[in-house]
Protein backbone atom coordinates (compact mmCIF):
# COMPACT_ATOMS: atom_id res chain seq x y z
CA UNK A 1 0.00 0.00 0.00
CA UNK A 2 0.99 3.45 -0.84
CA UNK A 3 3.08 4.98 2.19
CA UNK A 4 0.80 7.76 4.06
CA UNK A 5 3.04 10.76 5.02
CA UNK A 6 1.68 11.71 8.68
CA UNK A 7 0.45 15.30 8.77
CA UNK A 8 3.02 18.18 9.66
CA UNK A 9 0.96 19.35 12.57
CA UNK A 10 -2.17 17.56 14.43
CA UNK A 11 -3.79 18.25 17.77
CA UNK A 12 -7.24 19.90 19.25
CA UNK A 13 -8.18 23.29 20.15
CA UNK A 14 -10.93 24.10 22.80
CA UNK A 15 -13.94 25.83 21.51
CA UNK A 16 -17.19 26.28 23.14
CA UNK A 17 -18.56 24.47 26.43
CA UNK A 18 -15.61 22.89 27.19
CA UNK A 19 -15.60 21.23 23.88
CA UNK A 20 -12.16 20.50 21.57
CA UNK A 21 -12.33 20.40 17.80
CA UNK A 22 -9.37 18.10 16.46
CA UNK A 23 -7.75 19.15 13.40
CA UNK A 24 -4.48 18.40 10.79
CA UNK A 25 -2.59 20.70 9.11
CA UNK A 26 -0.26 19.80 5.52
CA UNK A 27 2.07 22.00 3.68
CA UNK A 28 3.45 25.65 4.97
CA UNK A 29 2.51 26.70 8.98
CA UNK A 30 3.03 30.42 7.24
CA UNK A 31 1.16 30.19 3.88
CA UNK A 32 -2.10 31.24 2.98
CA UNK A 33 -4.84 28.67 4.67
CA UNK A 34 -7.27 26.61 3.44
CA UNK A 35 -9.56 24.30 5.35
CA UNK A 36 -10.85 21.52 4.36
CA UNK A 37 -13.81 19.95 5.57
CA UNK A 38 -14.59 16.01 5.15
CA UNK A 39 -17.65 13.94 3.71
CA UNK A 40 -19.92 11.65 5.77
CA UNK A 41 -18.66 10.19 6.70
CA UNK A 42 -15.33 11.05 6.72
CA UNK A 43 -12.45 12.26 9.25
CA UNK A 44 -9.69 15.55 9.69
CA UNK A 45 -7.24 13.06 7.19
CA UNK A 46 -10.09 13.29 4.18
CA UNK A 47 -7.78 15.03 1.91
CA UNK A 48 -6.59 13.79 -1.36
CA UNK A 49 -2.34 13.31 -1.64
CA UNK A 50 -2.66 15.94 -4.56
CA UNK A 51 -4.00 18.70 -2.23
CA UNK A 52 -1.25 17.85 0.15
CA UNK A 53 1.89 17.75 -2.52
CA UNK A 54 0.26 21.17 -3.79
CA UNK A 55 -0.30 23.08 -0.79
CA UNK A 56 3.86 21.92 -0.15
CA UNK A 57 4.84 23.00 -3.71
CA UNK A 58 2.79 26.00 -3.60
CA UNK A 59 3.87 27.44 0.35
CA UNK A 60 -0.22 27.09 1.05
CA UNK A 61 -1.60 26.02 4.59
CA UNK A 62 -4.35 22.79 4.24
CA UNK A 63 -6.37 22.34 7.78
CA UNK A 64 -8.83 19.50 7.90
CA UNK A 65 -10.75 19.63 10.97
CA UNK A 66 -13.12 16.61 12.37
CA UNK A 67 -16.31 17.44 13.22
CA UNK A 68 -17.84 16.80 16.83
CA UNK A 69 -18.21 12.90 17.46
CA UNK A 70 -15.00 12.06 15.11
CA UNK A 71 -11.63 11.70 16.23
CA UNK A 72 -10.64 13.91 19.05
CA UNK A 73 -13.27 16.08 18.68
CA UNK A 74 -16.00 16.58 21.56
CA UNK A 75 -19.28 14.33 20.57
CA UNK A 76 -21.50 17.36 20.25
CA UNK A 77 -24.88 17.96 18.18
CA UNK A 78 -25.38 21.71 16.70
CA UNK A 79 -28.33 23.33 16.98
CA UNK A 80 -27.92 23.37 13.38
CA UNK A 81 -25.17 23.88 10.52
CA UNK A 82 -25.03 27.67 10.80
CA UNK A 83 -24.33 26.84 14.91
CA UNK A 84 -20.97 25.33 13.94
CA UNK A 85 -19.15 28.69 12.63
CA UNK A 86 -19.01 30.10 16.42
CA UNK A 87 -16.49 26.65 17.09
CA UNK A 88 -14.87 27.37 14.09
CA UNK A 89 -13.72 30.91 14.59
CA UNK A 90 -12.03 30.03 18.04
CA UNK A 91 -10.32 27.19 16.04
CA UNK A 92 -9.34 29.90 13.48
CA UNK A 93 -8.20 32.37 15.93
CA UNK A 94 -6.31 29.83 18.03
CA UNK A 95 -4.49 28.52 14.69
CA UNK A 96 -3.74 32.28 13.82
CA UNK A 97 -5.55 32.07 10.83
CA UNK A 98 -6.90 35.67 10.06
CA UNK A 99 -8.67 34.46 6.29
CA UNK A 100 -9.41 31.26 5.16
CA UNK A 101 -10.62 29.55 2.04
CA UNK A 102 -13.47 26.99 2.40
CA UNK A 103 -13.84 23.05 1.32
CA UNK A 104 -16.35 21.04 1.37
CA UNK A 105 -16.86 17.75 0.11
CA UNK A 106 -20.21 16.03 0.20
CA UNK A 107 -21.56 16.58 3.91
CA UNK A 108 -18.70 18.70 4.05
CA UNK A 109 -20.73 21.16 1.65
CA UNK A 110 -23.50 22.33 4.10
CA UNK A 111 -20.52 23.17 6.79
CA UNK A 112 -18.60 25.20 4.21
CA UNK A 113 -21.32 27.72 3.05
CA UNK A 114 -22.17 28.20 6.68
CA UNK A 115 -18.65 29.71 7.39
CA UNK A 116 -19.28 31.83 4.21
CA UNK A 117 -22.83 33.07 5.76
CA UNK A 118 -21.45 33.70 9.48
CA UNK A 119 -17.79 34.40 8.65
CA UNK A 120 -18.17 36.23 5.37
CA UNK A 121 -15.32 38.95 7.23
CA UNK A 122 -12.65 36.43 7.27
CA UNK A 123 -14.15 33.74 4.49
CA UNK A 124 -12.72 34.73 1.17
CA UNK A 125 -13.98 31.87 -1.04
CA UNK A 126 -15.71 28.45 -0.95
CA UNK A 127 -15.70 25.66 -3.06
CA UNK A 128 -18.28 22.98 -3.07
CA UNK A 129 -17.34 19.18 -4.18
CA UNK A 130 -20.89 17.04 -4.94
CA UNK A 131 -22.45 19.02 -1.81
CA UNK A 132 -25.65 18.17 0.38
CA UNK A 133 -28.40 20.36 -0.79
CA UNK A 134 -31.22 21.59 1.96
CA UNK A 135 -33.62 18.86 2.75
CA UNK A 136 -36.40 21.57 4.76
CA UNK A 137 -37.25 25.00 3.93
CA UNK A 138 -37.76 26.76 1.04
CA UNK A 139 -34.32 26.28 -0.55
CA UNK A 140 -34.84 22.47 -0.23
CA UNK A 141 -33.84 20.12 -3.26
CA UNK A 142 -35.84 17.45 -3.73
CA UNK A 143 -35.17 13.46 -4.23
CA UNK A 144 -31.69 12.43 -3.75
CA UNK A 145 -30.49 9.45 -1.09
CA UNK A 146 -30.41 11.80 1.50
CA UNK A 147 -34.33 12.10 1.34
CA UNK A 148 -34.04 8.76 2.98
CA UNK A 149 -32.66 10.70 6.19
CA UNK A 150 -35.44 13.10 6.48
CA UNK A 151 -37.94 9.82 6.45
CA UNK A 152 -35.82 8.22 9.21
CA UNK A 153 -34.89 11.59 11.01
CA UNK A 154 -36.76 10.81 14.05
CA UNK A 155 -35.34 7.47 14.86
CA UNK A 156 -32.23 8.91 13.81
CA UNK A 157 -31.88 11.24 16.29
CA UNK A 158 -33.55 8.86 19.25
CA UNK A 159 -31.05 6.25 18.62
CA UNK A 160 -27.70 8.29 17.52
CA UNK A 161 -25.81 7.90 20.99
CA UNK A 162 -26.23 4.29 21.23
CA UNK A 163 -25.60 3.83 17.38
CA UNK A 164 -22.58 5.58 17.13
CA UNK A 165 -21.03 3.37 20.39
CA UNK A 166 -22.10 0.46 18.50
CA UNK A 167 -20.79 1.87 14.94
CA UNK A 168 -17.30 2.02 17.10
CA UNK A 169 -17.23 -0.81 18.14
CA UNK A 170 -17.92 -2.27 15.09
CA UNK A 171 -15.63 -0.72 12.98
CA UNK A 172 -12.67 -1.24 15.69
CA UNK A 173 -14.12 -5.42 15.29
CA UNK A 174 -13.44 -5.75 11.08
CA UNK A 175 -10.05 -3.05 11.16
CA UNK A 176 -8.03 -6.15 9.82
CA UNK A 177 -10.32 -6.24 7.25
CA UNK A 178 -10.95 -2.19 5.91
CA UNK A 179 -8.39 -2.96 3.03
CA UNK A 180 -11.02 -6.18 1.27
CA UNK A 181 -13.89 -4.01 2.67
CA UNK A 182 -13.02 -0.55 0.67
CA UNK A 183 -12.55 -2.92 -2.54
CA UNK A 184 -15.65 -4.52 -2.11
CA UNK A 185 -17.56 -1.40 -1.36
CA UNK A 186 -15.62 0.24 -4.75
CA UNK A 187 -16.77 -2.88 -6.13
CA UNK A 188 -20.49 -2.18 -6.74
CA UNK A 189 -20.16 1.77 -7.30
CA UNK A 190 -20.71 3.40 -10.67
CA UNK A 191 -17.47 3.67 -12.85
CA UNK A 192 -15.96 7.29 -11.41
CA UNK A 193 -15.70 6.61 -8.10
CA UNK A 194 -15.01 2.38 -8.65
CA UNK A 195 -11.73 4.38 -10.99
CA UNK A 196 -10.68 6.45 -8.16
CA UNK A 197 -11.13 4.25 -5.24
CA UNK A 198 -8.70 1.71 -7.21
CA UNK A 199 -6.13 4.08 -7.34
CA UNK A 200 -3.46 3.09 -4.61
CA UNK A 201 -2.86 6.64 -3.33
CA UNK A 202 -6.73 6.87 -2.56
CA UNK A 203 -7.28 3.92 -0.85
CA UNK A 204 -4.33 4.62 1.18
CA UNK A 205 -5.62 7.99 2.26
CA UNK A 206 -9.22 7.07 2.63
CA UNK A 207 -7.87 4.08 4.71
CA UNK A 208 -5.51 5.97 6.83
CA UNK A 209 -8.66 8.75 7.74
CA UNK A 210 -11.11 6.00 8.23
CA UNK A 211 -8.89 4.09 10.77
CA UNK A 212 -7.11 7.20 12.52
CA UNK A 213 -10.99 8.79 12.60
CA UNK A 214 -12.60 6.10 14.42
CA UNK A 215 -10.24 5.19 16.83
CA UNK A 216 -11.98 6.54 19.63
CA UNK A 217 -15.96 7.38 18.14
CA UNK A 218 -17.82 7.60 15.36
CA UNK A 219 -20.81 9.54 16.01
CA UNK A 220 -20.15 12.02 13.31
CA UNK A 221 -22.12 10.78 10.81
CA UNK A 222 -25.32 10.26 12.46
CA UNK A 223 -25.00 13.95 13.72
CA UNK A 224 -24.75 14.99 10.43
CA UNK A 225 -27.78 13.20 9.04
CA UNK A 226 -29.63 14.62 11.88
CA UNK A 227 -28.32 18.25 11.17
CA UNK A 228 -29.13 17.84 7.21
CA UNK A 229 -32.44 16.82 8.24
CA UNK A 230 -33.08 20.21 9.49
CA UNK A 231 -33.27 23.51 8.67
CA UNK A 232 -29.52 25.28 8.05
CA UNK A 233 -29.84 28.36 10.49
CA UNK A 234 -29.13 30.17 7.07
CA UNK A 235 -30.33 30.80 3.45
CA UNK A 236 -28.07 30.12 0.47
CA UNK A 237 -28.91 33.61 -0.10
CA UNK A 238 -26.70 34.49 2.92
CA UNK A 239 -23.62 33.42 1.46
CA UNK A 240 -21.78 36.78 1.07
CA UNK A 241 -18.34 35.36 -0.62
CA UNK A 242 -17.94 33.48 -3.77
CA UNK A 243 -18.75 29.92 -4.42
CA UNK A 244 -17.44 27.79 -6.62
CA UNK A 245 -19.27 23.96 -7.36
CA UNK A 246 -18.25 20.63 -8.72
CA UNK A 247 -20.43 18.57 -9.45
CA UNK A 248 -20.35 15.16 -11.38
CA UNK A 249 -22.88 14.65 -13.75
CA UNK A 250 -22.98 10.97 -12.85
CA UNK A 251 -23.26 11.88 -9.15
CA UNK A 252 -25.67 8.83 -7.57
CA UNK A 253 -25.80 10.05 -4.35
CA UNK A 254 -26.06 13.76 -4.35
CA UNK A 255 -28.21 14.35 -7.83
CA UNK A 256 -26.65 16.82 -9.97
CA UNK A 257 -29.30 18.54 -10.30
CA UNK A 258 -28.77 19.63 -6.58
CA UNK A 259 -25.66 21.62 -7.82
CA UNK A 260 -27.66 22.94 -10.05
CA UNK A 261 -30.32 24.25 -7.31
CA UNK A 262 -27.89 25.44 -5.24
CA UNK A 263 -26.06 27.47 -7.92
CA UNK A 264 -28.89 29.02 -8.86
CA UNK A 265 -29.71 30.16 -5.29
CA UNK A 266 -26.18 31.41 -4.49
CA UNK A 267 -25.54 34.72 -5.01
CA UNK A 268 -22.17 34.79 -6.50
CA UNK A 269 -21.90 31.39 -7.81
CA UNK A 270 -20.10 29.05 -10.78
CA UNK A 271 -21.15 25.10 -11.05
CA UNK A 272 -18.35 23.64 -12.89
CA UNK A 273 -19.13 20.11 -14.61
CA UNK A 274 -16.95 17.16 -13.92
CA UNK A 275 -17.81 15.20 -16.96
CA UNK A 276 -18.21 11.38 -16.73
CA UNK A 277 -17.72 11.55 -12.48
CA UNK A 278 -20.28 10.27 -9.70
CA UNK A 279 -19.93 11.72 -6.22
CA UNK A 280 -16.36 11.22 -5.50
CA UNK A 281 -15.24 12.97 -8.58
CA UNK A 282 -14.33 16.42 -6.61
CA UNK A 283 -11.42 14.61 -4.80
CA UNK A 284 -9.43 13.90 -8.19
CA UNK A 285 -9.23 17.39 -9.23
CA UNK A 286 -8.37 18.84 -5.95
CA UNK A 287 -5.34 20.75 -7.62
CA UNK A 288 -8.02 22.45 -9.86
CA UNK A 289 -10.55 23.66 -6.91
CA UNK A 290 -7.38 24.55 -4.74
CA UNK A 291 -5.62 26.88 -7.34
CA UNK A 292 -9.02 28.21 -8.36
CA UNK A 293 -10.22 29.30 -5.27
CA UNK A 294 -6.49 31.08 -4.54
CA UNK A 295 -6.78 32.50 -8.03
CA UNK A 296 -10.12 34.30 -6.72
CA UNK A 297 -9.42 35.46 -3.18
CA UNK A 298 -5.98 36.69 -4.19
CA UNK A 299 -7.84 38.47 -7.46
CA UNK A 300 -10.43 39.85 -5.69
CA UNK A 301 -12.72 39.44 -7.29
CA UNK A 302 -15.55 36.87 -7.68
CA UNK A 303 -17.30 34.24 -10.37
CA UNK A 304 -19.70 35.21 -12.54
CA UNK A 305 -23.00 33.38 -11.28
CA UNK A 306 -24.85 32.14 -14.02
CA UNK A 307 -28.04 33.81 -13.61
CA UNK A 308 -26.62 37.19 -12.73
CA UNK A 309 -26.98 38.55 -16.37
CA UNK A 310 -30.30 37.05 -16.88
Partial sequence: MTDVKRPALEGTVAVRDGRRLSFAEYGSPRGDALLWMHGTPGARRQIPFEARLHA?????????????????????LYRDVLDWTADLELLLDALAVEDVRMIGLSGGGPYALAAGAGLSDRVRAVGILGGVAPTRGPDAAP???????????????????????????????VKPLAGPGLDLYAAVQPAGDKNLLGRPEFKAMFLDDLLNGSRFQTSAPLNDLVLFTREWGFSPRDVAVPVVWWHGDADHIVPFAHGEHMVERLPEAQLRVIDGESHLGGLGIAEEVISTLMEISRAGTGVQAPHASQ
Avoid: C, F, N, Y
Wanted: aromatic letters at 0%; glycine letters at 16%; hydrophobic letters at 45%.
Fill in 56 to 76: EKHGLRIIGVDRPGIGSSTPH
Fill in 143 to 173: DGVIQLAVRLAPAIEAVRVPLGVGLTGAIRL
